[in-house]
């Protein structure tokens, strides 16, 4: 215990240079700690290093941490450069370190030859940095305490080999970049970054930043544009973007996007093209303007395990020679398409892809695209969509529980169809039409909401071969007497098929197809049963085929001369055949997509859009009869179906009497 203080020593006499040290030291044992420490802070750091000198005891003492920062703090300028390997004590700081009034000054300052480090106290710093040798800047205090500002040249130029910028909101007013990485592995964390003219952050051809924890938001360009640079753009927020989040371009493109955040960007989520390369893993993709991920332009990306929902274009747009893997990604929620691929030949892969406003997977203009292994369901359209010259390869899917067929090809389209299960869909399973021919090998096609198989005229299915077609609603396979080379007698199992079945449609938890006929009117086209024996058809109550007229029977001319001035096109046999009689084409096409003219009428569409329905389209017929005096588009052609006819909230007066 230290003994009681019977007077203390002066203030004054310890400051007076005078007083010997020694003496203190030899009496300092007498007084307590805090006496000491009350002194001390009134000292100044010459004072405080000779005192350290005296003993051992006061040397602890003057080594304070809270003394020497309290110091620093006073003395200090608003930007310090010290050394990459100093002791990260307060004294240590204090005695090294480099003072600045600008950042600039202090990169100017640093050692060419080592890392040093650089502190910037908060405040607004009006300047444009030019990071030329290896440092790290880092911002003091809170996020959004240091602001660095550019107006008349890049917020950041790097040119270094290596080094970081840190814990500052970057922001850029002129017509710049905010970042601008020519070359070297910058690393940027932690900041707030934004650019009211063009993107937040260029990455260069010799560019290989880490991008990382970074909130890059309300650009006027892109967040990060890669013009055939690298890196790594991880566990980042991506918002408000004006072009999206990310744009790679370049075939020297190739870095690696993971764990970032990416949404309400006014445009895309990603944006990769002209033939880059990059890894887009494990990124939640969502809310954005227009696709998700869009890819054309000879680009080859792997993209895996993304959450990519609710965007308001297509979960992922593949096009204009688009190709790439696309494998074990959830695609939910989209507006449009969960995946769209034209003119392009990617591999989708393993992919969940559900509840999207349009198709699980479109497929047009000459795609190739090979699609295994996915689970296809409960889209608001059809599961595969396929048509305008598409292929491919749908092979080891499950398509499942979709509001329209399972798989629908036509206008020219050609695909390959193998080991699928086709199942639940709220309409046929698989339905071809318009000029279309697939290959139909070993697959389940079972608990549809129509028939298992319908190959409308003019279409083909060979081969046909191997498959289980069972327990569909209105039969197993509906054809035309003058659909192509059928050949049904090889080897398909079909079997409980049409309405005595209807309870084992039911026990499915399936949703009956309600106004649906299964047959076109009776007065317009002829319907015979026929029982094909072939391996494992036994039930004899089964409606296993249907046979249906074709196109052959009627002397309308199909091919019409395109008002847009394109190549005529052929109008669908079924709404051709829709229009002979005066009826809404809805009537013969059902809920399937079949080339005919058809117009937007913008009075029944203006309350729908309201509700965030899409517009209401009506067929020629209907646009005579149900729409006269109603505000109708210009005549458009395409491949649709009459949402006059199948609207429950009003009366379609073109549809037959047994469908209303």
Request: glycine share 8%; net charge negative; proline share 3%.
């Amino acid at each position: 215990m230290m003994m009681e203080i019977e007077s203390c020593t002066d203030i004054h006499t310890i400051h007076s240079s005078h007083y010997d040290p020694m003496v203190i030291c030899n009496e300092g044992s007498y007084y307590s700690d805090e006496f000491w420490m009350s002194i001390f802070v009134y000292l100044d750091s010459t004072s405080l290093i000779n005192i350290s000198q005296t003993c051992y005891g006061l040397s602890l003492l003057a080594d304070d941490k809270p003394l020497w920062f309290k110091l620093l703090q006073k003395d200090r300028k608003k930007v310090i450069c010290i050394p990459r390997n100093i002791k990260q004590h307060p004294k240590d700081i204090y005695l090294r370190r480099k003072d600045f009034d600008t950042v600039s000054a202090a990169i100017a300052g640093a050692n060419p030859d080592s890392r040093d480090q650089i502190f910037v106290a908060p405040g607004l710093y009006q300047e444009s940095l030019v990071i030329d040798r290896s440092v790290d800047i880092i911002g003091e205090g809170p996020l959004g305490s240091v602001v660095v500002e550019g107006s008349t040249s890049n917020t950041i130029i790097s040119r270094a080999t290596e080094g970081s910028v840190s814990n500052i909101h970057l922001r850029q007013t002129g017509h710049w970049f905010c970042i601008d990485i020519e070359k070297g592995s910058l690393r940027i964390d932690g900041c707030d970054i934004s650019n009211t003219i063009l993107s937040a952050i260029k990455v260069g051809k010799e560019g290989s930043p880490i991008i990382s924890n970074n909130k890059i938001h309300d650009t006027h360009e892109a967040g990060v544009a890669i013009f055939g640079g690298s890196g790594v753009i991880e566990h980042n927020e991506f918002v408000h973007n004006r072009y999206g989040s990310i744009e790679i371009v370049y075939a020297t493109a190739n870095p690696i996007i993971r764990h970032n955040i990416i949404h309400h960007n006014r445009g895309y989520g990603i944006h990769v093209h002209t033939q880059s390369r990059p890894i887009i893993q494990a990124n939640t993709i969502k809310d954005n303007e227009s696709d998700g991920i869009s890819c054309w332009g000879a680009a080859d990306p792997y993209v895996t395990a993304n959450k990519i929902s609710r965007n308001k274009g297509d979960g992922i747009y593949i096009h204009e020679d688009g190709k790439g893997t696309f494998e074990h990604n959830e695609i939910f929620q989209q507006k449009l398409d969960g995946i769209r691929t034209s003119k392009s030949c990617p591999y989708l892969i393993s992919n969940s892809i559900h509840n999207n406003e349009g198709d699980g997977v479109r497929i047009v203009m000459n795609a190739n695209p090979t699609v295994r292994g996915n689970k296809i369901y409960e889209n608001n359209r059809v599961g595969v969509h396929v048509y305008r010259e598409g292929c491919g390869t749908c092979t080891d899917n499950h398509i499942y529980a979709n509001r329209n067929a399972g798989i629908q090809i036509y206008g020219g389209g050609s695909t390959q169809i193998l080991r699928n299960r086709i199942q639940h869909n709220r309409c046929t399973g698989v339905y071809v039409s318009d000029r279309a021919n697939v290959s139909l090998q070993h697959n389940d096609i079972s608990y549809n909401g129509d028939c298992g198989v319908e190959v409308v005229s003019g279409a083909s299915a060979s081969p046909l071969e191997g498959n289980s077609v069972h327990h569909n609603k209105s039969a197993g396979m509906a054809v035309y007497v003058d659909t192509k080379s059928i050949n049904l007698e090889r080897t398909n199992q079909i079997f409980s098929n049409g309405a005595s079945h209807h309870a084992d449609y039911n026990s499915m938890s399936l949703e009956p197809m309600a106004k649906l006929s299964p047959l076109s009117p009776p007065t317009l086209c002829h319907q015979s049963h026929h029982q094909h024996q072939a391996k494992g058809s036994v039930d004899d109550s089964s409606i296993n085929v249907i046979t249906r007229e074709g196109r052959s029977t009627f002397s309308m001319k199909s091919i019409l001369s395109r008002s847009d001035g394109q190549n005529p096109e052929i109008v669908s046999f079924l709404a051709e055949r829709a229009i002979l009689h005066k009826l809404c084409t809805y009537a013969y096409t059902r809920e399937y997509y079949h080339a005919q003219y058809w117009y937007e009428c913008r009075t029944c569409s203006g309350s729908r859009q309201a509700s965030g329905s899409t517009e209401v389209s009506v067929c020629e017929q209907c646009a005579k009869a149900c729409h006269v005096g109603h505000e109708l588009s210009p005549r458009k052609f395409g491949h649709f179906y009459c949402d006059c006819g199948q609207m429950t909230d009003t009366t379609c007066k073109c549809m037959p009497s047994d469908h209303k």
